[in-house]
Structure formats: C-alpha cells, structure tokens
C-alpha cells in the first residue's frame, strides 16, 4: 500500500484529501505544520508528500526541500494559491518537488497529480534496475574474459628468516591487468558478486603451478585462499590435484578477517589440505576477532602478524606487548610467527628481538611480477 503524507494547516482540507486518498487504496498521514511533518518524515517512510506552500514554518519548500535529503524516493508534490513563480520554478529545477498542484482543485486533479508523479517515479525506478540489471551483466561478461585470458597475474614478496635474513619463501599476490579490474579486490569482489569465487582459484592455482616450475626448489609458495573457496569439496580436491606434486612448497593462507569458523566444510577441507601435505597460515592474526579459535582450530604452521601492528612498533610498547604475546602463542600452538609489514630497520630489529621467527615487508622486497620468468 502507498503511504502518502498530507502537509496543510487547514484542518478541513486535510480531512478532504485524507478521506479522498484513503477510498482510492492509499495509507494515508497528515501535519499540520513543517515541524510536525518534519517530524514524521523522520519517523516513518512514504512513498508522496503533498504539502501546501503556506504553512506555519518552516514552509512546504524547506519542508519538500528536507524531506528530498531523508526520503529521496518519495515523490513530492506542492500545492498553493498564491504561487510564486520563480521561487517554485527554481525549486522544480532543483529537483525540490514533481509537481504543482493549484488551489483550489477538485478530486480528479489531485488522484490525476499524485497518480502521475507515482507512475513517474515508478518508471524511474523500473529504468534504474534496468540499468543495475545491464551493468551487472556487463561486469560478470568482463569478469569471464579476464579469468579466460592472461590479464592475471601473480606477484612475489619475499619473506626473509628474522635471524640471518636469507630469503625462505614468497608470498603470492594476485595482480590484474584488465581494464575493468584495475585492483586485485576488484577481482575477487566481482568473482565474490557473480558466484565465481572457484573460477579465480583455479586461474590463480594455474599461475601457482606454473611458477614452482620455475623457482627455485627449496622456496616456499605462500598463496592465499578465500575461506568461501573451502565451502565446496570438489574444487578443493580438484585444485589439490593441480598442485599436489609441490605441496609440501605450499603454505595456504587463511585470513582472520573472515569468519571462517562458520563456514560449512571448512574442517574437512582443511584435514584435506593438511593430509596431502599442504601447511596452513592464518594471515591478518589481529586484525579480527577469532584469534585464539582459529589457532586452536586450523592447526596452523605459519601465524602471520597483520601489518597494521608491525607499522612503528620500534615506538609503541603496547604493541611490542602484543608481538611478544602472540610469539607466545604461536610457539604454544608449534606455529612460525612471521611478521608482515616491516619498513625499517629499527621494525625489523624489534620484532626480531620479540620472538618473530620470519619477517616480510618493503624493506625485503615489493611484491613483483615476473621474478622468475
């Protein structure tokens, strides 16, 4: 049902066009002034408002003209007998009110004024989903010939042991050349819209297998995976096929940021990793809010500090605290804690000194394409 509210200090006039609306199947509301409609524009939404010029203030203008900041759907229709033309010109120019209706009028021109603004924005509204419907389409088509062509790509960003600083592995980074996903989160969040989540692992398992080709044999492969990937078995083991013959190269990073505890199958596919050699990370430790669970739970191999705690650490002892704390937990849990984010020296030679057992972060290396070939 339409809810429409009626703005007028005239008491039997509101009473009329409440009686008129109403036998024609609206919902209908009234106010008698600007504070009072204001009022309930803020309690309720409505789909019209028809508010006349000359009411106690503030006016139907400064009301038509608020109300299209907190109801920008409802339609907004003026009416007045004593009109001024520029004031009402300028206020439909900027969008303030649909339409005009004059005073005095009978019953057919206001069910004709509020019919027609319904039907308007009815016709707006159905060329704006249109238009969603179009722009969604377009991006799952992009999205298809970004995973079908060679757009994406894997960057490298060493991580270094914290005691000599000898390069011990790589995390892999997923980097997009396409024109319509300029960001690696562009990517996943369109792979995340379209349900194409497996799509963008597989492409990226791809890319994985080919670079172990290529590296080094003793280097570990850090590669992350969305904890939604691990809802469906049959891509898990189909992926695990792929690159079962590195998995003891590969550490599959798991992000604290999710909630990955709620996800259906996510023990099964992790025994499932585990057994076939894979190791576990749990990547972002700190910046969500299921730590110690998901340690306890994932049996991890690797806990990885989120850069956001290594950023001036050499200054802030809370954080320091904390580092010596969670190097704590990971040596309880028999994980590595490595340490992302590390820009400086002083960085480095806290964390170090505070239990981290490997290090990552721009002063090692920025992740980069093509490392080695």
């Given at each position: 049902?339409?809810?429409?509210?009626?703005?007028?200090?005239?008491?039997?006039?509101?009473?009329?066009?409440?009686?008129?609306?109403?036998?024609?199947?609206?919902?209908?509301?009234?106010?008698?002034?600007?504070?009072?409609?204001?009022?309930?524009?803020?309690?309720?939404?409505?789909?019209?408002?028809?508010?006349?010029?000359?009411?106690?203030?503030?006016?139907?203008?400064?009301?038509?003209?608020?109300?299209?900041?907190?109801?920008?759907?409802?339609?907004?229709?003026?009416?007045?007998?004593?009109?001024?033309?520029?004031?009402?010109?300028?206020?439909?120019?900027?969008?303030?009110?649909?339409?005009?209706?004059?005073?005095?009028?009978?019953?057919?021109?206001?069910?004709?004024?509020?019919?027609?603004?319904?039907?308007?924005?009815?016709?707006?509204?159905?060329?704006?989903?249109?238009?969603?419907?179009?722009?969604?389409?377009?991006?799952?088509?992009?999205?298809?010939?970004?995973?079908?062509?060679?757009?994406?790509?894997?960057?490298?960003?060493?991580?270094?042991?914290?005691?000599?600083?000898?390069?011990?592995?790589?995390?892999?980074?997923?980097?997009?050349?396409?024109?319509?996903?300029?960001?690696?989160?562009?990517?996943?969040?369109?792979?995340?819209?379209?349900?194409?989540?497996?799509?963008?692992?597989?492409?990226?398992?791809?890319?994985?297998?080919?670079?172990?080709?290529?590296?080094?044999?003793?280097?570990?492969?850090?590669?992350?995976?969305?904890?939604?990937?691990?809802?469906?078995?049959?891509?898990?083991?189909?992926?695990?096929?792929?690159?079962?013959?590195?998995?003891?190269?590969?550490?599959?990073?798991i992000t604290e940021r999710a909630d990955v505890l709620q996800i259906m199958n996510w023990r099964r596919a992790v025994e499932f990793l585990t057994d076939a050699g894979f190791r576990i990370a749990v990547d972002?430790?700190?910046?969500?809010?299921?730590?110690?669970?998901?340690?306890?739970?994932?049996?991890?191999?690797?806990?990885?500090?989120?850069?956001?705690?290594?950023?001036?650490?050499?200054?802030?002892?809370?954080?320091?605290?904390?580092?010596?704390?969670?190097?704590?937990?990971?040596?309880?849990?028999?994980?590595?804690?490595?340490?992302?984010?590390?820009?400086?020296?002083?960085?480095?030679?806290?964390?170090?000194?505070?239990?981290?057992?490997?290090?990552?972060?721009?002063?090692?290396?920025?992740?980069?394409?093509?490392?080695?070939?």
């Amino acid at each position: 049902m339409t809810r429409i509210l009626v703005v007028d200090d005239d008491a039997g006039l509101r009473d009329v066009l409440r009686s008129i609306l109403l036998r024609i199947g609206h919902d209908v509301e009234t106010a008698a002034d600007g504070v009072e409609a204001l009022a309930k524009a803020g309690a309720g939404d409505y789909d019209a408002a028809v508010v006349d010029y000359q009411i106690p203030p503030p006016n139907g203008l400064d009301v038509l003209n608020r109300l299209r900041e907190v109801q920008p759907k409802c339609v907004r229709l003026l009416m007045s007998g004593t009109l001024d033309l520029p004031v009402v010109v300028d206020a439909v120019n900027r969008g303030e009110i649909a339409r005009v209706i004059r005073k005095p009028f009978d019953k057919q021109t206001i069910t004709d004024a509020l019919g027609g603004a319904l039907t308007g924005r009815a016709k707006l509204r159905d060329a704006y989903i249109g238009s969603l419907r179009e722009g969604f389409d377009q991006q799952r088509r992009q999205l298809e010939e970004c995973l079908s062509s060679d757009a994406l790509t894997l960057a490298l960003q060493p991580i270094v042991s914290a005691g000599d600083r000898a390069v011990v592995g790589y995390e892999a980074l997923l980097r997009s050349s396409h024109l319509a996903f300029d960001s690696p989160l562009a990517v996943v969040s369109a792979a995340e819209s379209h349900g194409m989540l497996g799509r963008l692992a597989d492409r990226v398992a791809e890319c994985v297998a080919h670079m172990l080709t290529v590296m080094p044999a003793e280097v570990t492969l850090f590669i992350n995976a969305h904890p939604a990937e691990l809802n469906d078995m049959e891509d898990v083991s189909r992926r695990l096929r792929l690159l079962g013959p590195w998995a003891r190269r590969i550490v599959i990073e798991i992000t604290e940021r999710a909630d990955v505890l709620q996800i259906m199958n996510w023990r099964r596919a992790v025994e499932f990793l585990t057994d076939a050699g894979f190791r576990i990370a749990v990547d972002d430790l700190g910046a969500g809010y299921n730590s110690l669970s998901v340690l306890a739970e994932l049996h991890a191999a690797f806990v990885k500090v989120d850069m956001t705690i290594a950023r001036n650490i050499d200054s802030d002892s809370r954080k320091q605290r904390l580092v010596e704390l969670l190097a704590h937990v990971a040596k309880a849990t028999q994980a590595k804690l490595i340490v992302e984010g590390i820009e400086t020296h002083a960085e480095a030679a806290v964390v170090t000194r505070l239990g981290a057992d490997f290090l990552q972060g721009y002063l090692f290396g920025r992740p980069t394409v093509g490392l080695f070939g």
